[in-house]
Structures are given as C-alpha cells and as structure tokens.
C-alpha cells in the first residue's frame, strides 16, 4: 500500500522566511499527491494537489509543490511566510485507481515575528 | 451546501460503553473515509468505503465497525470503548466514479473521550 513520509513534526520559520515542508511517497506507480491544511479545531481542506497535468502545482494562499518522480518527492513551499500560515500541514497520497487516501504524520509549522 | 456532518462533536464514554459516530455528505460523493488524529501520528485511516455496499479496512480498524448506510451515510461504532480510543475523529469523502485523483472533504471532527 503507498505511504508518505513527512520528516521533522514541528518546523519553525521567521515571519518573510522561506516555508518548505517536505513530502516523499511509496508507491509502485506515480501516484495523486496532495497537501492539505489544518488550523486549530478544525478539519483539514485542500491546500493543492498534483494528478499528473503539471509537475508544478500551485495552491491557495501562495502555496505550491513540485513534484519529482525521480526523487518520490513532493515538497511544499511558499516564498514567504506570514503569521496566518500557522497550521498543521499534511501531504497525502491516493494511488490510481484506488480510493484508498493515506496521510502523513504531518508538519505543524510556527511562524515566529 | 453543508458539506461533510459528523455527529456529535464532542462526546465522553466510559470504558465498556459502545456509540455510533455520524457523518452525512451532500455532494453525491462515492468514497467515503474515518480517520482518527492523534498527536504525532498524523490522520490514520480506520475504514473507508470506495462506494455504496463496499467497504474496507485501514490501518487501524481493530475496535471499530462501520456501516455504509446509503451514498449519503457513512457511520462509525465502536463497540465497547476503550481509553486508547480517545482521540478526534474525522470523517472524509471524495470521488466521483473512480475518483481516485479528486479531493476529500472533511468534516469538522469528533472529539472523543474514554475515561
């Protein structure tokens, strides 16, 4: 069954610093990758996902990812980090032709001013 | 257009005590998932339904049981609750078809207690 590693469960960025949040799968195949976000007492929406069409996905609130076949990667980024991106952040993977959707432990991110 | 429902939102058992968790979705969704969320264990999937009158185990299905009740329904027992059981419970659904490149939508969660 695929999975997803997310190294590093709290990570710590000044506010205007870079946020990069990484993400590697295990799947037999190229598989339907997605992040999405979570703030506090509230359920998870989707952030971006790739499903083939760009390797570069861009997301809401000036998230985007790129996907790396040759690496099993899809890391989060975004240029500039703001105190409102304080979240917990979860990649997830669904594997072609399979509903299956697995997550990973997921990354709470601080933004510090 | 609610969304993904779950019932209740909050809820304390004590241990041998059995409940069923809701969760209705509204957009004539085929999949539909419950996880549970426990710090530093990120969302793990308890049982999951790719569609109508199917469905499956995840990771961690042991003291739960579900029943797809029609496309709408998705519900989660568990039968004689356990404190290793407390934890926030979501519920997800997603795909239309095979679906397995659309996004899930999430409900706001069950926060369960077991003392």
């Known amino acids: 069954a695929q999975s997803v590693t997310q190294l590093g469960s709290h990570v710590s960025v000044s506010e205007g610093a870079l946020v990069l949040l990484r993400c590697n799968y295990s799947s037999s195949v190229p598989p339907y990758l997605f992040w999405y976000v979570q703030y506090p007492n509230q359920g998870l929406q989707l952030l971006l996902k790739?499903?083939?069409?760009?390797?570069l996905v861009k997301g809401i609130n000036g998230f985007e990812a790129e996907f790396k076949k040759s690496e099993t990667s899809f890391h989060l980024t975004k240029p500039s980090a703001h105190m409102s991106d304080a979240a917990e952040y979860f990649c997830?993977?669904?594997?072609?032709?399979?509903?299956?959707?697995?997550f990973g432990k997921g990354n709470q991110v601080v933004v510090i001013p | 257009n609610a969304g993904v429902t779950q019932t209740p939102k909050f809820q304390v058992l004590k241990t041998g005590q059995s409940m069923t968790l809701q969760c209705a979705q509204d957009m004539n969704h085929n999949s539909m998932y419950w996880y549970r969320q426990d710090p530093g264990m990120g969302l793990r999937l308890i049982y999951y339904?790719?569609?109508?009158?199917?469905?499956d185990k995840g990771e961690v299905p042991n003291g739960y049981n579900v029943s797809r009740l029609n496309k709408r329904e998705f519900s989660l027992r568990l039968e004689s609750a356990a404190p290793s059981q407390t934890s926030v419970y979501f519920c997800a659904s997603k795909g239309y078809g095979r679906g397995s490149n659309t996004e899930a939508f999430f409900g706001q969660g069950t926060r369960l207690t077991v003392v």
């Open positions: 790739y499903t083939s069409a760009a390797t």
């Open positions: 997830a993977v669904s594997e072609r032709g399979n509903n299956r959707l697995a």
């Open positions: 339904s790719a569609s109508e009158g199917t469905t």
